[in-house]
Structures are given as C-alpha cells and as structure tokens.
C-alpha cells in the first residue's frame, strides 16, 4: 500500500523549532520530487517547500524561505521538515505529498503544529 | 506567482445533477516541456486532501468516471456528470508549472 506519515507535530512558542518526519511506504521513494503543503485553521491550501529527488534542489514558498529547511534521507524512505522561528502564522496542519505532476500521489493524515504563546 | 481564481466558490447541487467548476490562471500554464501541469484535488470534510485528476485531463486510480477535466491555456473545468453524496466538499485546482506551485481558493460543493 502507498503510504505517507507525518510526526512530529505538536505545540511550540513563537520563535521556537519543531522537526517534522514523514515515511514513505509502497512506491519508490528516491525516485520522486517530494513537497510539504500546509493548512491553517479553516482556510486553503499553501504549497510550503518542495525537494530533488536528490536532495540537490529545493524551492520554498516566500513566507517560510530562511526559516525552513526541507531535507530527505532515501535510504530511510523518510523526508523531514526542520521549521525554525515559528510565528503565530505558521500555524497549520502539515501534510507530506508526492510530486503531482507525474501522478496522482499520496498525502499523509497530516500533522497539526500550532504556534501559540 | 501564478494566481488561479475559481468559480464559484460555493455550489449548492442536487443529488443525480451534474456540477462544473471553472479555475482561471493568470498566465499560460504550458510548461516548457510541453505539458500542462494543472491538477483537481478533492477534500471531503475532516479528511486530507485528494488527487483526483492530473495534468488537466487524467484521472486518478480509483476516482470515478463522473469526474472529469478539461480545458487549456489559461481555463479550466472540473465536471461531476452526476453528484453524490460522496462528493460533498472543497475543490481545489492546483498548478505545477513553475515555482511555486499554488492552488485555487476552492469551491464547496454541497448538497441542496
């Protein structure tokens, strides 16, 4: 079965770090690009990071460039999300997806990380 | 950044009618490798989104054949031929075309 699971989520304050995981299961993992997409409380969707299959490159969305790091590790079918300097704003629940534009992908449950003093 | 509108955003349907919704780009959205990276996703109330059609026109495994895509350029319809029940919740269209990527505002669909 293909499959995405994020951890790691949870309850931060403004300017504090939160890492989060997501396991692959079911496909080739190494031979996809790989995004996080997110969605706050009651609203849209928000394409947040995207990665090489590689590793070598990786594109963010203007409001998280320098504050988070996509990062990938094929050989344990996992991609992580290393979210640093929190705001109230980036609270949002987290999905992991598969590239769409080669496929219909999976998406993960996805994991609530709330940003709140 | 690449701005898709839709329309409506909210689409009160009875049971057994069809349904048509409309994303709009702000710019061409053929690639340079000469696709069209426009995709639909559906989101049913508490659960994750789903991939329902790819590259404008491509169905995903297991979505029903009511489902359908179409369009080119800057236009874009997502059809349900017949609604169900099933089909209560927010469509979204999204593109992959350049960085970054980004989705319509969504439509809800509900039942009249």
């Known amino acids: 079965e293909v499959q995405l699971v994020e951890s790691g989520g949870g309850l931060v304050q403004p300017g504090g770090s939160l890492r989060l995981s997501c396991a692959a299961s079911g496909f080739a993992f190494s031979s996809y690009w790989m995004d996080w997409v997110r969605q706050a409380p009651g609203k849209g969707l928000e394409w947040v990071a995207h990665i090489k299959e590689d590793g070598s490159d990786k594109y963010y969305v203007d409001s998280v460039k320098g504050r988070f790091t996509v990062s990938r590790d094929n050989a344990k079918n996992s991609l992580y999300l290393q979210l640093n300097n929190l705001k109230v704003e980036d609270t949002a629940v987290y999905y992991c997806?598969?590239?769409?534009?080669w496929g219909a992908g999976p998406w993960g449950q996805g994991i609530l990380v709330t940003v709140s003093s | 950044d690449i701005v898709l509108t839709q329309s409506p955003l909210s689409l009160p349907v009875t049971l057994g009618q069809p349904a048509s919704i409309s994303c709009r780009s702000s710019?061409?959205?053929?690639?340079?490798?000469?696709?069209?990276?426009l995709h639909w996703f559906q989101q049913r109330p508490g659960q994750s989104p789903r991939h329902l059609i790819y590259r404008v026109s491509n169905r995903a495994s297991g979505v029903p054949d009511r489902f359908s895509g179409s369009g080119s350029g800057t236009d874009f319809t997502l059809k349900i031929s017949r609604v169900e029940a099933e089909d209560v919740g927010v469509y979204y269209c999204m593109h992959g075309t350049q960085w970054p990527f980004t989705f319509g505002p969504g439509t809800r669909v509900d039942i009249k």
């Open positions: 710019q061409g959205l053929v690639n340079r490798d000469g696709y069209t990276y």
């Open positions: 997806a598969r590239d769409p534009n």
